[in-house]
């Protein structure tokens, strides 16, 4: 690893790309009618992937960056369950036909926080409206504090075979400082009643760069996770945008990590995974050698979207819920955030799209080669550009944030091909960024590159 290059890139605020363009860019001119005709207009033989976003918890995480926000009474849980489903029907309407379904993801917020029969009832909706297919990956992050026995059963019924832990970290101290205390032993319990049911996937999240946390900490956690052997980790560094997430003000700024500290934390908690077995994809994934993503990453058949890194082969994302984002060919939409809002335009019937991007042939191109390289840290711009109509010495030419990339050895150019040293990938994103027509380097949207 080049600490020289985690104290000169490491601070720069760039996204995470798991969209070209990226949320920002979105714009209030794609609107319901837009999403609509874009549904209508989708292939015949096209498929899609589902996600679902249930923006409640029992309580504020200080650290969390989420669409989110506290429900104390079940009752605007059980009408917003509700909404969710009249959401599927309209968009199933509005396609007119059952369109494959080779994926579902539940994010939050806490999907589990519905009561079972709820679940139940949504999955059923799903069923109704589109064609799950058997082999069908159906996943659903989990707060192991929350998660009872009943809800492991609807979720078996159900056909769940992934859940994604939130476990951020062990250490006590770190646990009280973002407002999340929660026990090893919880977490231990969550994977045994999972496992039980035959929820064989089981993922871990992981958080570094949070307030007190140290090298020593993040290995602790590293140890004790790895004894209840998830398939796959996720590790994340925390984002702290406090003048977008208010609730992150009650972090002390003063304990927080700066940016070399964050860079040792993320080296130490990768290089801890890759002894233990664990295969590194990517720019924060890790999966053991004969899990599909890590199949995928090998195969270079490995793809990004909203929910990070995916084994999710589809063009077309279809999001539910208030602030869901959804993908289809001709560009993205996301759905009103407030929840008041959200489901009035379900409730009048209509789709509830408050923004969106349209995508130009520039846009796909960029988001193609951008995607190669936050997937297996190179590029073939000779290849890419060919299948899109463009001549890769253009594309070079507009990439003026590459030269400096180049002069560190941060990244090889051998001809049209570009590729990310070894020991600088936890740059992955300065790379990519350097395609990004749309970055304002002026603002201060988005986390820090280390």
Known sequence: MRFDLAA?????????????????????????????RWLSGLPAAASASLYLHVPFCREMCWYCGCHTQIARRDGLIAAYQRTLRSEIAEVADTIG??????????????????????????????RQSFFVLPSAEIAVEIDPRTLT???????????????????????PVVQRAINRVQSYEQTASVVDMLRGAGIAGVNFDLIYGLPHQTVASCLDTVRRALELGPDRFSVFGYAHVPAFKKHQRMINEAVLPDGLARHDQACAIAN??????????????????????????????????????????????????????????????????????????????????????????????????????????????????????AEPEAMLRSASRLKPL?????????????????????????????????LDPGKQLHSRAV
């Open 272 to 389: 801890a995974l890759k002894e233990a077995g664990y295969v590194q994809i990517g720019l924060d994934h890790f999966a053991r050698p004969d899990d599909a993503m890590a199949v995928a990453f090998n195969e270079r058949t490995l793809r990004r979207n909203f929910q990070g890194y995916t084994t999710d082969k589809g063009e077309v994302l279809l999001g539910f819920g208030a602030s869901a984002i959804g993908h289809l060919p001709q560009g993205y939409v996301q759905n009103q955030v407030q929840v008041g809002a959200y489901a009035q335009s379900i409730a009048s019937g209509r789709l509830a799209t408050a923004k969106g991007y349209g995508l130009t042939d520039d846009d796909r191109l960029r988001a193609d080669i951008i995607e190669r390289i936050m997937c297996e840290f190179s590029a073939d711009l000779g290849d890419i550009c060919a299948r899109h109509g």
């Open 8 to 36: 000169s890139y490491g601070e720069e605020r760039l996204p995470r790309y798991t969209s070209y363009p990226t949320a920002p860019h979105f714009s209030p001119a794609i609107d319901a009618d837009t999403y609509a």
């Open 406 to 438: 180049i002069s560190d050895g941060i990244v090889r150019l051998d001809g049209d091909r570009l590729a990310v040293a070894n020991d600088s990938r936890f740059l992955v994103r300065s790379v990519a960024a350097a395609f990004d027509a749309h």
């Open 149 to 171: 026995s009943e809800m492991v059963e609807a979720m078996r019924l159900s056909g769940v075979n992934r859940a994604s832990l939130g476990v951020q970290s062990f250490d």
């Open 97 to 126: 036909r059952r369109i494959k379904v080779e994926h579902i993801h539940f994010g939050g917020g806490t999907p589990t926080i519905m009561a079972p029969e709820a679940f139940a009832e949504l999955m059923a909706q799903m």
